[in-house]
């Protein structure tokens, strides 16, 4: 089983839809969660960086984490075309991001 | 403030020859990463540096990666001999320590390498 499993899709979406992006994990010393966005031939960018379980928004993206589940999402709002990419959860131990482990990623596409 | 930089964008070598890639990170951040993304995948950890020395390199296959970074900031990756599945996006990335020194701020990404060895 490895450590992080994370649908690769695609996913394709009307503009405007919800959109659920879904992690899980094996290793329950996990602590720290994160959510990246992948332009096509560009680096992955931070989208939304949480420590533990619980909720945190920003804008139109909310993440959530489910440690006894052993889960976690991310969740985009009135989704735009601009919003096409690949979104990588990773994870990590601790605070120093040693090692920082990522799913496959899963390409999402937004249609106008 | 200035991304991480990494050059070239793109490199085709024939399988056996080597390759080097150069990264230069966000000004003032200590701690630099190597990783390797091969198609349809997530980045996979190749080797950290903190300042010039190295914090993790088990993931990087020794007999044929080399990495260094001089003065704690530029860093380059070298592959030699190249094999076809080095074949990938090889990205940088950085970050900061915070005031306590466990803690990473979260990574900075640059473009990445595309190689393509054939």
């Known amino acids: 089983q490895k450590e992080v499993e994370q649908d690769p899709g695609p996913l394709s979406v009307p503009e405007g839809a919800i959109v659920s992006l879904n992690c899980t994990y094996s290793?329950?010393?996990?602590?720290?969660f994160m959510w990246y966005r992948q332009y096509s031939r560009k680096g992955p960018e931070l989208l939304m960086y949480?420590?533990?379980?619980g909720n945190k928004e920003d804008g139109r993206f909310t993440a959530q984490v489910d440690k006894s589940s052993k889960y976690i999402s991310l969740f985009i709002r009135d989704s735009q075309p601009s919003d096409s990419a690949t979104y990588l959860c990773?994870?990590?131990?601790?605070?120093?991001?040693?090692?920082?482990?990522f799913g496959k990623g899963t390409r999402l596409s937004v249609i106008a | 403030e200035a991304g991480v930089a990494q050059s070239p964008r793109y490199k085709i070598i024939e399988k056996r020859q080597s390759v080097a890639f150069w990264c230069n990170p966000i000004?003032?951040?200590?701690?630099l990463y190597w990783y390797q993304q091969i198609l349809g995948q997530g980045p996979k950890l190749l080797i950290q540096?903190?300042?010039?020395?190295?914090?993790?390199d088990s993931q990087l296959p020794k007999d044929r990666f080399s990495a260094e970074r001089l003065k704690g900031v530029d860093s380059t990756l070298k592959i030699q001999p190249a094999k076809l599945e080095d074949s990938a996006v090889y990205l940088c990335?950085?970050?900061?320590?915070?005031?306590?020194?466990?803690?990473?701020?979260?990574?900075?990404f640059g473009n990445g390498t595309r190689l393509t060895v054939t």
């Open positions: 290793n329950s010393a996990f602590q720290y």
């Open positions: 990335a950085s970050s900061s320590i915070g005031t306590d020194s466990s803690y990473n701020s979260p990574l900075h």
């Open positions: 949480t420590y533990s379980s």
């Open positions: 990773a994870m990590s131990r601790n605070s120093g991001n040693t090692p920082l482990v």
């Open positions: 540096f903190q300042n010039n020395g190295v914090v993790d």
């Open positions: 000004s003032g951040h200590a701690t």
